[in-house]
């Protein structure tokens, strides 16, 4: 069965240090592969996408994931956290027809002073 | 540009009863999809409209239905509601031939079924 799995439910960190939320795939998803981040009460809002070419992506708000295909990862990365980045992340897969968004459970981002 | 807007935001029905969600994509977009994202969890895909035809389907009952009209808009309709329904329905709207991913939610319709 295709699948995203998010090896972490919950990482709490301090404000300014990094962080790395995990995430794998089965090699049964395409290896289009992506990052969403939701805020308390809204919807998902896009952070970074792998399509193809450089495995290193860069997104908004400072992010990163590197994709491994060997190690079936595409783990989300930020030197910095901030207290604004407190929020729910997921990562998710496109299905083999294109036409869905495979997503993995979520990881809760608590970032404190 | 507008973006992907829902109505309502906040809904209790009790079991049995049927829900209408509606969905406004954005600008441009002819592309609709639904997920169903219960507390705690990931969102699940319920299905896709292009073209008012359904486009992809994920493993939900014939009890969800939907429809897209010709302004590109849609809905979501659940009958015969079950407790399990209860749950945040978030609506994404994407240019047909676009990357699935690229797809843009909107802040999503909290259904509360008792």
């Known amino acids: 069965a295709q699948s995203v799995t998010q090896l972490d439910s919950q990482v709490p960190v301090f404000e300014e240090a990094p962080v790395e939320l995990r995430c794998n795939y089965s090699?049964?998803?395409?290896?289009?592969l992506f990052w969403y981040v939701q805020y308390p009460n809204q919807g998902l809002q896009l952070l970074l996408k792998?399509?193809?070419?450089?495995?290193l992506v860069k997104g908004i708000n400072g992010f990163e994931a590197e994709f491994n295909k060997s190690q079936t990862s595409f783990h989300l990365r930020k030197p910095s956290v901030h207290i604004s980045d407190t929020a729910e992340y997921f990562c998710a897969s496109a299905n083999q027809a294109g036409t869905a968004l495979i997503f993995g459970k979520g990881t809760t981002l608590s970032v404190s002073s | 540009e507008t973006g992907v807007t829902q109505s309502p935001t906040h809904l209790i029905k009790t079991r049995g009863q049927q829900v209408t969600l509606r969905c406004s994509s954005q600008?441009?977009?002819?592309?609709v999809s639904w997920y169903q994202q219960a507390l705690g969890q990931g969102p699940q895909f319920i299905f896709q409209?292009?073209?008012?035809?359904?486009?992809g389907r994920g493993n939900f009952p014939p009890r969800f239905s939907g429809l897209q009209f010709p302004n590109y808009s849609s809905e979501l309709n659940v009958n015969a509601l079950e407790l399990d329904d209860s749950a945040l329905y978030l609506c994404?709207?994407?240019?047909?031939?676009?990357?699935?991913?690229?797809?843009?939610f909107g802040q999503g319709t909290r259904l509360t079924v008792v």
């Open positions: 994404a709207s994407s240019p047909f031939g676009g990357t699935v991913g690229e797809a843009f």
């Open positions: 409209y292009y073209r008012e035809e359904e486009n």
């Open positions: 792998y399509l193809s070419g450089s495995t």
């Open positions: 600008s441009g977009h002819n592309t």
């Open positions: 090699s049964s998803v395409s290896v289009y």
